[in-house]
């Protein structure tokens, strides 16, 4: 029996005989295991990840991950469903992939991170799209802060929600360019706490191998607590970022399990 065939056959009995965290691929760039009966968790050896979920229809792949050879072929492995290739932002790590994709759906902001070598289709998705893959619906939100345009996918009857790199995992960046304003990122936390006040209880974020678990509100309610310390004052005392990255003189902020990295240029820019 071929390799492809014992894959195929392994894939099978996970997929059909739903165990929870059960590990149904692997190779030595990814680690693909099944979280829920319809949502599969894909973990890069660069600790991005991605999120497939399938309906009775059709199938989501919520972002690509960045070098991870024969993604398709991956995929396929587990759904032969029509996908949907959605990209949360464009920044490499979610989006190095899409060139194995004839086509992808992303938020018009995030074009000016976009690969302008990729030659396939762009479809542009905006604040309130609903995608219907067959008894299960996924909604986008529009969260700007990490990018411009960052978005958060929604499963309102399962009360899941993607997130991306929208609130970091653990830590968001917002010191990367284009900058955006505090007060941008704010509103998105906001937003995210209506959500979950109205019914959304798990945020599976963009780097799950850090973390092995989704976020709960409280969560979400220290970030808006940092983005709102950091514009009026009364954040905790700033730290350097050990990373130089975005900005010459990073600084960081934590409360709880959230920090947000920030340039201190920045921070009281208006939108």
Not at 174 to 195: A, D
């Given at each position: 029996m071929n390799k492809l065939i014992c894959l195929s056959f392994l894939l099978f009995c996970?997929?059909?005989?739903?165990?929870?965290?059960?590990?149904?691929?692997?190779?030595?760039?990814?680690?693909?295991?099944?979280?829920?009966?319809?949502?599969?968790?894909?973990?890069?050896?660069?600790?991005?990840t991605m999120y497939l979920v399938e309906g009775t229809q059709k199938a989501m792949l919520i972002d690509v991950g960045t070098k991870t050879r024969?993604?398709?072929?991956?995929?396929?492995?587990?759904?032969?469903?029509?996908?949907?290739?959605?990209?949360?932002?464009?920044?490499?790590?979610?989006?190095?992939?899409i060139g194995y994709f004839a086509e992808i759906w992303l938020h018009p902001a995030d074009t000016v991170l976009l690969n302008r070598s990729y030659k396939g289709k762009v479809n542009?998705?905006?604040d309130g799209d609903v995608f219907d893959l067959g008894g299960t619906q996924i909604?986008?939100?529009?969260?700007?802060?990490?990018?411009?345009?960052s978005i958060v996918l929604i499963d309102r009857k399962a009360g899941i929600c993607y997130s991306g790199d929208s609130f970091g995992s653990n830590h968001v960046w917002?010191?990367?360019?284009?900058?955006?304003?505090?007060?941008?990122?704010?509103?998105?936390?906001?937003?995210?706490?209506?959500?979950m006040d109205g019914g959304i209880k798990d945020i599976y974020c963009g780097h799950y191998p850090y973390v092995k678990k989704a976020f709960d509100k409280s969560y979400i309610v220290s970030m808006r607590e940092l983005a709102e310390g950091?514009?009026?004052?009364?954040?905790?005392?700033?730290?350097?970022?050990?990373?130089?990255?975005?900005?010459?003189?990073?600084?960081?902020?934590?409360?709880?399990?959230?920090?947000?990295?920030?340039?201190?240029?920045?921070?009281?820019?208006?939108?």
């Open positions: 996970s997929v059909s005989y739903f165990n929870a965290d059960a590990q149904v691929f692997q190779n030595k760039e990814l680690t693909i295991t099944q979280l829920k009966d319809n949502m599969w968790v894909v973990e890069t050896d660069d600790n991005t024969k993604l398709d072929s991956i995929i396929r492995l587990i759904t032969k469903k029509p996908l949907v290739a959605m990209i949360t932002h464009a920044h490499h790590d979610h989006a190095g992939n542009f998705v905006n909604e986008v939100v529009h969260m700007p802060g990490h990018t411009p345009g917002m010191q990367l360019k284009p900058l955006t304003p505090m007060q941008t990122y704010l509103n998105s936390c906001i937003k995210m706490e209506q959500l950091l514009i009026n004052g009364t954040a905790p005392a700033a730290e350097p970022y050990a990373q130089k990255v975005g900005c010459q003189n990073p600084m960081s902020v934590t409360k709880g399990e959230a920090t947000i990295v920030y340039d201190p240029a920045f921070v009281n820019k208006e939108e």
